[in-house]
Nanobody, 124 residues
Framework: QLQLVESGGGLVQPGGSLRLSCAVS????????IGWFRQAPGKEREGVSC????????NYADSVKGRFTISRDNAKNTVFLQMNSLKPEDTAVYYC?????????????????WGQGTQVTVSS
């Protein structure tokens, strides 16, 4: 059974950096497109980034372009989200999710399996 576990969240000051990890077990990672999503208090879920099965294609929400970078290490069954220049508005619970499609999508309804989430708080 596919399982996704996020880690790397925490409290960071504005302008700081964090690297989130999504460890996938139950099947080889290269069968899945992986997306990162976030949900802040009082706001709808937002697609942050996604990466294709081979890692050759990526996509980002406009709000994080130039600051966040997604990557994957299929040999280690892990996807990463490097977050730089963090802002208070980046505060949210971050989730990774998997789908069997071929094209990156930032629509959460297109994903089948989800992790439990990791809290990211950006504050002074």
């Amino acid at each position: 059974q596919l399982q996704l576990v996020e880690s790397g969240g925490g409290l960071v000051q504005p302008g700081g950096s964090l690297r989130l990890s999504c460890a996938v077990s139950g099947f080889t990672l290269d069968y899945y497109v992986i997306g990162w999503f976030r949900q802040a208090p009082g706001k709808e879920r937002e697609g942050v980034s996604c990466i294709s099965k081979s890692g050759s294609s990526t996509n980002y929400a406009d709000s994080v372009k130039g600051r966040f970078t997604i990557s994957r290490d299929n040999a280690k069954n892990t996807v990463f989200l490097q977050m730089n220049s963090l802002k208070p508005e980046d505060t949210a619970v971050y989730y990774c999710a998997a789908r069997r499609g071929f094209i990156c999508s930032l629509l959460g309804r297109q994903y089948d399996d989800w992790g439990q989430g990791t809290q990211v708080t950006v504050s002074s």
